[in-house]
């Protein structure tokens, strides 16, 4: 019954490598996010799609790159890891795009970049 | 552009006791706010949030905010606190723009002591 699900909850991997994180959501929401969160716990965004069009995409690097096969996921594609990608990545959904549609997360991935 | 300050990154209260936590936004214009809380290796769930209407807002588990104009803040309150209540809080603001992106504050770290 989960609503927001995202996979692998913990991925470790070393620099240089390329790695997925899937996130699917089970709410018929219409917009999906990726939310990156540091080692202080700052939240910033990096993604937005609304009915698998992108609408937010934050000054982050063109290594990381979002893939929405439909609504219902939004998955991250990060190539060449570097050290400072180390962090907690949330995926959220929220029933319509607008400042008024709440937002709802999944458990995070924890990356850790050796 | 939009920001939101919380004041104190860590707060400890005895079980029982107030609970309050502080967000002040910087905006001409009020903005949408909101309450998250994030539980430890866990994801934000909503607290609450305003929009329009009714400064006084309640939301889940006893916490209520209030949205004050005058002084652009939306201070987080529970009467008494619960050992449940430990967590991360975070205050969030969705600007008047309508560019969809919310941003955080930098948390708050609630611990509550028996």
């Known amino acids: 019954d989960t609503a927001v699900s995202q996979t692998p909850k913990y991925l470790v991997t070393q620099m240089g490598n390329d790695k997925s994180i899937k996130c699917e959501q089970n709410l018929g929401h219409d917009t999906m996010y990726w939310y990156k969160q540091d080692s202080k716990k700052f939240l910033k965004i990096m993604f937005s799609?609304?009915?698998?069009?992108?609408?937010i995409n934050e000054t982050v690097p063109n290594r990381f790159s979002p893939k929405s096969p439909d609504k219902a996921h939004l998955n991250l594609h990060i190539n060449s890891l570097e050290l400072g990608d180390s962090a907690v990545y949330f995926c959220?959904?929220?029933?319509?795009?607008?400042?008024?549609?709440?937002?709802?997360f999944g458990n995070g991935t924890r990356l850790t970049v050796t | 552009a939009q920001s939101v300050t919380q004041l104190g990154s860590h707060v400890s209260v005895s079980e029982g006791a107030l609970v309050l936590l502080r967000c002040n936004y910087s905006s001409s214009v009020p903005p949408y706010l909101f309450w998250y809380v994030q539980y430890p290796n866990q994801g934000l769930q909503l607290l609450l949030k305003y929009t329009t209407g009714a400064t006084l807002v309640k939301g889940i588990n006893g916490f209520e905010a209030e949205f004050k104009k005058s002084e652009t803040s939306f201070h987080l309150t529970k009467p008494s606190a619960h050992m449940s209540d430990a967590a991360e809080y975070f205050c969030a603001v969705s600007p008047p723009s309508d560019d969809y992106k919310l941003s955080f504050g930098a948390g708050t770290t609630v611990t509550v002591r028996a």
């Open positions: 799609y609304n009915n698998k069009e992108l609408i």
């Open positions: 959220a959904s929220s029933p319509r795009q607008g400042r008024n549609s709440p937002l709802h």
